[in-house]
């Protein structure tokens, strides 16, 4: 492999480390967010997806994708979240940060 696309793989690498690294924190901001603003937690979540997904985190990706899709809908119905919604954002968070934490293990392998 030339020089110039192992400089480029180690570029990627190093920034994936770094997005993973601050994995915790955004879904940290997520929950605190929950608690305040459903649309600031869709928002959240969006970018979640987004970037997870940009950097081959699939399943949190698929996950924070999920989440968006709720704050969504519970955005538009604007009303309390029933036991079986706060039970569904629960699993997603449970399963977010296992995600994270995942990645961040793979990484550092």
């Known amino acids: 492999m030339s020089d110039i696309f ?11 480390h770094t997005y993973a690294s601050s994995l915790p924190d955004r879904i940290v901001e ?27 985190f699939e399943i949190l990706s698929q996950t924070a994708s999920e989440l968006e899709v709720l704050c969504g809908e519970l955005h538009m119905r604007d009303a309390q979240p029933s036991a079986c919604e706060l039970k569904n954002l629960s699993r997603l968070l449970v399963t977010l940060h296992e995600s994270a934490r995942t990645e961040i293990e793979r990484l550092e392998k």
């Open 6 to 16: 192992k400089d480029v793989e180690d570029t990627l690498l190093e920034l994936k």
């Open 30 to 56: 997520i929950e605190e967010a929950l608690g305040n603003s459903l649309t600031n937690s869709e928002a959240l979540a969006h970018k979640l997806a987004g970037a997870a997904g940009m950097y081959g």
